[in-house]
């Protein structure tokens, strides 16, 4: 038996805490092997494991009820223990010498004590397919370097906590490094994307050198596939997006997608796309490109010039764009992204079963740059409408109302702090990216100092950092975080967050019961 405490995290997930690592991995074991259809993540975590459902397919509140049967019913985690993950690591880390002095030993006996470790995959997260290894062999806390390094490389073995750990891919980072492998830690294509997941044994062995390690990422478009159109400016930002990555949280991997919608979608049902087609995310506009070929397109979202030759054009229409045409979607006036659909959907290499570009994890495509062809496949399912959907407009981003949902840790915060929350008036700072945006306003004081361990993260969550200014965790966001979270965005007014531009004035008001 497994004792547990469910704490909310919005309208689609709960925590469920325990009181031990120990107990995470027993819970998560007991959890993954009676999963029920609509439970879309379990992430395990330092005290908790998170839980995310898909409302259409399983009540939150079903869901609550199975968990916790679960956590009663849970025996003695054993998983993994008659397999074990062998990584070879060449310890000649730039941090190797002065780690083994913090602990008292010499480098040669910290290695030997690092390979002589049974190690256990507790939880994964800050990137896909880092996995945070613990062990009983282990009996040492490495502080963290005092000033983050701004570049770790791709395979870096390092240390923090009671922690150890490889880098997936070059990343900032704070871990102390000992070490560098060239196991491939994550590789979206393969059948088990990470090497290293919730639950597996893991065993280091020193070797005297390794070759380096390449990262790779997929390019826009395959190069077998004919460009419909090539990209000549790609404006602030403009990146492959379609409905994102379900289910991939436990490898610590981001749901991604686009970050309106509701935007994306209408978009491609104005020219007769399936709705999680693949279209293009442009971030505050400057976007061009000329037609290889006779397309369709239509532009929804953020409101600006849509001009093909210079001839401006309505948005939330579907316009014909003839070859060897430019078509230019100039800088918004009003909202922050708009997205392009063309007819027959976009190509690209897929991740994990999505074509969208994490920004964050260097997951997918990278990002539209002048020159890139784009290929557009054959995938429309139906007619091009004859007539507008639905009324539309541009974005209201002047002042916007966001509801909340109950967050896990507002027990960390004072009684002024939730006050304040709900009774200011918050501004989109310039820190406002697809990861998240953080807001200016009061500070939200906190009842309870120290660090919390980290936890599993939703699209929504407002995290707290030490300043008292909360973030909004956006698409590409971490699948687990250290900071509390006070409060959800509900999903319903996620896509009017995904159109909030610098400047824009935020309001909150408490999310309406839904059961």
């Known amino acids: 038996m497994v004792s547990v405490r469910v704490r909310p995290v919005g309208e689609r997930a709960f925590l469920l805490e325990t009181t031990t690592l120990d107990d995470v991995l027993t819970l998560h074991a007991g959890l993954e092997a009676s999963r029920p259809d609509g439970v879309i993540d379990l992430v395990p975590a330092a005290r908790t494991v998170l839980v995310r459902v898909d409302p259409r397919a399983i009540a939150?509140?079903?869901?609550?009820?199975?968990?916790?049967?679960?956590?009663?019913?849970?025996?003695?985690?054993?998983?993994?223990?008659?397999?074990?993950?062998?990584?070879?690591?060449?310890?000649?880390?730039?941090?190797?010498?002065?780690?083994?002095?913090?602990?008292?030993?010499?480098?040669?006996?910290?290695?030997?004590?690092?390979?002589?470790?049974?190690?256990?995959?507790?939880?994964?997260?800050?990137?896909?397919?880092?996995?945070?290894?613990?062990?009983?062999?282990?009996?040492?806390?490495?502080?963290?370097?005092?000033?983050?390094?701004?570049?770790?490389?791709?395979?870096?073995?390092?240390?923090?906590?009671?922690?150890?750990?490889?880098?997936?891919?070059?990343?900032?980072?704070?871990?102390?490094?000992?070490?560098?492998?060239?196991?491939?830690?994550?590789?979206?294509?393969?059948?088990?994307?990470?090497?290293?997941?919730?639950?597996?044994?893991?065993?280091?062995?020193?070797?005297?050198?390794?070759?380096?390690?390449?990262?790779?990422?997929?390019?826009?478009?395959?190069?077998?596939?004919?460009?419909?159109?090539?990209?000549?400016?790609?404006?602030?930002?403009?990146?492959?997006?379609?409905?994102?990555?379900?289910?991939?949280?436990?490898?610590?991997?981001?749901?991604?997608?686009?970050?309106?919608?509701?935007?994306?979608?209408?978009?491609?049902?104005?020219?007769?796309?399936?709705?999680?087609?693949?279209?293009?995310?442009?971030?505050?506009?400057?976007?061009?490109?000329?037609?290889?070929?006779?397309?369709?397109?239509?532009?929804?979202?953020?409101?600006?010039?849509?001009?093909?030759?210079?001839?401006?054009?309505?948005?939330?229409?579907?316009?014909?764009?003839?070859?060897?045409?430019?078509?230019?979607?100039?800088?918004?006036?009003?909202?922050?992204?708009?997205?392009?659909?063309?007819?027959?959907?976009?190509?690209?290499?897929?991740?994990?079963?999505?074509?969208?570009?994490?920004?964050?994890?260097?997951l997918g495509p990278e990002p539209l740059r002048a020159g890139t062809p784009v290929g557009v496949a054959d995938g429309a399912s139906a007619p091009i409408p004859p007539s507008l959907l639905a009324p539309w407009g541009a974005p209201h981003d002047d002042e916007l109302e966001i509801e909340l949902a109950p967050g896990p840790r507002t027990d960390w915060f004072a009684p002024e702090a939730l006050t304040a929350l709900y009774e200011s008036v918050w501004t989109v700072s310039n820190h406002a990216d697809r990861v998240g945006a953080r807001l200016d306003g009061p500070e939200l004081v906190r009842a309870r100092t120290g660090e919390l361990p980290s936890e599993g993260m939703v699209a929504g969550a407002l995290q707290v950092p030490p300043s008292g200014r909360p973030t909004i965790l956006l698409a590409d966001g971490p699948v687990t975080g250290g900071y509390p979270v006070i409060a959800v965005v509900t999903d319903a007014s996620l896509d009017l967050v995904a159109q909030a531009r610098p400047g824009t004035r935020i309001r909150f008001r408490h999310a309406r019961r839904t059961e």
């Not at 009663?72 to 062998?86: C, F, L, P, R």
């Open 60 to 362: 939150l509140s079903a869901a609550r009820t199975w968990a916790e049967r679960t956590a009663a019913a849970a025996e003695q985690h054993t998983a993994g223990a008659d397999s074990t993950v062998e990584v070879e690591v060449a310890y000649d880390g730039d941090d190797l010498a002065g780690t083994a002095a913090l602990l008292g030993l010499t480098p040669e006996e910290l290695v030997r004590r690092h390979t002589g470790a049974d190690w256990t995959v507790a939880f994964t997260g800050f990137a896909p397919g880092f996995g945070y290894l613990v062990s009983d062999d282990w009996p040492y806390h490495v502080p963290r370097l005092a000033t983050p390094r701004t570049r770790v490389p791709v395979g870096a073995v390092g240390l923090a906590a009671g922690f150890a750990g490889a880098y997936p891919r070059e990343t900032p980072g704070g871990w102390r490094l000992i070490g560098r492998t060239a196991a491939p830690l994550f590789d979206p294509d393969a059948a088990s994307p990470a090497l290293l997941a919730p639950g597996m044994r893991v065993r280091f062995r020193a070797v005297p050198e390794l070759a380096p390690l390449a990262a790779s990422r997929a390019t826009a478009t395959s190069g077998s596939v004919a460009p419909g159109f090539v990209v000549t400016e790609p404006g602030l930002l403009a990146t492959l997006q379609d409905a994102g990555r379900s289910g991939a949280a436990a490898l610590g991997v981001a749901g991604s997608g686009a970050l309106d919608r509701t935007a994306l979608r209408t978009a491609h049902r104005l020219v007769g796309n399936p709705e999680d087609a693949t279209g293009i995310e442009i971030t505050m506009g400057g976007f061009r490109a000329v037609a290889r070929r006779d397309l369709w397109f239509a532009v929804t979202g953020a409101w600006g010039p849509v001009l093909l030759d210079g001839r401006e054009l309505d948005p939330y229409e579907a316009h014909e764009w003839p070859g060897g045409g430019e078509l230019h979607i100039d800088w918004f006036a009003h909202g922050a992204r708009a997205y392009l659909a063309v007819r027959g959907g976009l190509e690209g290499r897929t991740a994990l079963g999505s074509r969208s570009t994490d920004v964050m994890a260097g």
